[in-house]
């Protein structure tokens, strides 16, 4: 069963201290990984894409990770500010063409504190 | 650029009652879905379509029907809502190729009572 898996559920962290957030997936076949920023009351916001020749790839102060051979990515965000409050969701792509078939995760819910 | 807009925002609804929810994306996007957001869990797609004129069951399709008259709309119907459909739904669009992301509106919280 195509599954994706994140943790922590949820995270409280200091503002200007850094976190990883970790995501586990199987899902077959892989196509594309992707983490979505979703702030309160609104719709998710995409990041960053990881393919599968990618290892890391940043946007900021984000930086995403990959490791195809054990089916796991890592966001790691660095001097958190306030506005990084917000679930972070990662996303598998199961297609090739056509209809691309996501699997969402459940997401991981940051609080940034001053 | 407005992106995805769904109205309404907000609804109320007693159970057995019918209601439309509207999606419009100004990207000339080909590919739009509509998805339901539950606590604990992931997105999960309802229906979608790949053009105008065309529609299809996504994962959890079931009390729910879907038009796409227009390329720039998509419309989520339900015609006899029930409790189990208290949720956020997310209506957004794309290209539709491996690489292009998701386009979200900002969501439509609806309680069914």
């Known amino acids: 069963k195509n599954q994706v898996e994140q943790s922590p559920q949820s995270l409280i962290i200091l503002e200007g201290k850094n976190c990883t957030l970790q995501?586990?997936?199987?899902?077959?076949?892989?196509?594309?990984l992707r983490w979505y920023k979703q702030d309160t009351g609104r719709g998710p916001v995409s990041l960053t894409i990881?393919?599968?020749?990618?290892n890391t790839k940043s946007n900021g102060r984000y930086t995403a990770t990959l490791d195809a051979d054990t089916k796991q990515s890592s966001l790691h965000i660095t001097a958190s500010q306030l506005s990084d409050s917000a679930s972070y969701i990662c996303?598998?792509?199961?297609?090739?063409?056509?209809?691309?078939?996501?699997?969402f995760g459940a997401g991981t819910r940051l609080a940034v504190h001053p | 650029n407005a992106g995805v807009t769904q109205t309404p925002k907000f609804r109320v609804l007693k159970t057995g009652q019918s209601m439309t929810l509207l999606c419009a994306q100004d990207?000339?996007?080909?590919?739009m879905y509509w998805y339901r957001q539950d606590p604990g869990m992931g997105l999960r797609l309802i229906h979608y379509?790949?053009?105008?004129?065309?529609?299809a069951k996504g994962e959890v399709p079931d009390g729910y029907n879907v038009s796409r008259l227009k390329k720039q709309n998509f419309l989520l119907g339900l015609e006899s809502a029930a409790p189990s459909q208290t949720s956020v739904y997310f209506c957004?669009?794309?290209?539709?190729?491996?690489?292009?992301?998701?386009?979200f509106g900002n969501g439509t919280r609806l309680t069914v009572t």
């Open positions: 957004a669009s794309s290209y539709g190729t491996v690489e292009s992301p998701l386009h």
């Open positions: 995501c586990n997936y199987t899902v077959s076949p892989f196509s594309n």
């Open positions: 990881m393919t599968f020749s990618e």
């Open positions: 996303v598998v792509s199961t297609g090739a063409g056509g209809y691309n078939k996501l699997i």
């Open positions: 990207m000339n996007h080909e590919y």
């Open positions: 379509s790949v053009g105008e004129g065309t529609t």
